[in-house]
């Protein structure tokens, strides 16, 4: 299930083992607190923690013995592992019968950022899957709403959609950027002008409108924002690397034929900006896209080298991909 779902699911009761996993430690952190104010009562007690580097092979057995212990004068006792990946042998010599016949009086949480190798969690017996990766824009959009409702704020949808966009969709900082909108505004309205100017447009996302400008031919735009991440990171050379990737990954996006989730994985990205990617990728060409490749990495290349500084090579680069030339 999406963390969204959990809420409703601990209205029904408690399910055995949690599985939270992904990347977003905010939808982490906040359902595994969710869990525990459900359940957990005298947690000095009834509460025990491990970390799942630790269990390896016959270490395992430290956590189910703990989950086996009866819960001290309350109706549960709960566990929690983080970073765990068992194999699959693991699994099958440890895990499999405890959770083929999981203590009723227990509750497993595990917390993964995931991506490392090891037993499929997910799909074993009396697992409960809740989905930490990152959310899409629509749905961070609308926690921005409510969120901002339910504080007495009010707040238009564009609005929230930019502070979707400019956080990334990071709920972490989304929350922290959502606080400091309530904290000024106290009661009344929010205003896209307010997140204009109170949020600052993450660097990753400055990055992607520059290379946006360029998609556009918007030339003006591109040297707004450049200054603007030349002035912040104080690094012209931060900015080309940022353009070179850009620029390599849209012509992956062109010339493969894999799908977008495919694609996804192997850029590690969300599907959507897969979608959007091939879309602006388009606009710009494949032949367009090539030369552009070569031609900045061979302005970081004279960077490294010491054949030009990097706002010599900035300049170059921005000539090249507006003017065509050198």
Known sequence: MKYTELKSSIQEGAKQIYLLEGDDAYFRLNGEQQIKSAFLEMPELNYTAFDG???????????????????FMAPKRIVKVTEFYPSESEYENYLKPLFEDFPPDSILIIVNVGGKKGADLKRKHAVTFIDCGKAEPDTVA?????????????ISAQACSAVAEYCLCDMARVSVEVNKLIDYVGTG????????????????FRLYELTGA???????????????LITKSGDE???LSGLFNYFKNSLVMLSSNDSDKELATLL??????VKKGREAARAIGEERLARLVEYIYGCISDVKSGKVTPQSAF???????????G
Request: glycine share 4%; charged share 25%.
């Open 53 to 71: 580097e630790s269990l390896k092979g016959s270490n395992i057995t430290s956590l189910i013995s703990a989950l086996k212990n009866y819960p």
């Open 142 to 154: 609308k926690w921005v709403y409510l969120t901002m409702h339910r504080a007495g704020v009010n």
């Open 189 to 204: 309205e929010i205003t896209l002008n307010d997140v204009e100017e109170l949020i600052f447009k993450d660097a990753d």
């Open 214 to 228: 360029v998609a556009r031919g918007d030339y003006t735009k591109f040297c707004l924002i450049a200054d603007e």
């Open 237 to 239: 050379a931060y900015v």
């Open 268 to 273: 590690k990205m969300k599907e959507y900006g």
């Open 315 to 325: 300049k170059l680069a921005q000539n090249f991909i507006f003017f065509n030339h």
